[in-house]
């Protein structure tokens, strides 16, 4: 079964990741990295467009960012003005 993708629509998930990937003082490729460690599939490029927003995420990609970068799903996912 594949896996559904999150559509960035209103809700900017990207713009969200990178927000708080820099609070937590974490580069793209770190955070790609630990991510595939956690055997979650994320290269630096496709983390890139993510957080451009040309990109859609799967839910396991969106849990994976919130347990790496301790935070919530409430954070991820709230609409940016």
Do not use: C, F, W
Not at 36 to 62: F, Y
């Amino acid at each position: 079964m594949e896996e559904q993708k999150i559509k960035q629509d209103e809700i900017r998930i990207g713009e969200n990741i990178r927000r708080v990937r820099r609070e937590r003082g974490m580069g793209q490729t770190e955070l790609a990295r630990r991510m595939q460690l956690e055997g979650v599939d994320m290269t630096r490029e496709a983390l890139v467009k993510i957080e451009r927003g040309t990109q859609h995420i799967s839910a396991s990609q969106l849990r994976a960012i919130r347990d790496i970068l301790s935070t919530s799903y409430e954070e991820l996912l709230k609409k940016t003005p």
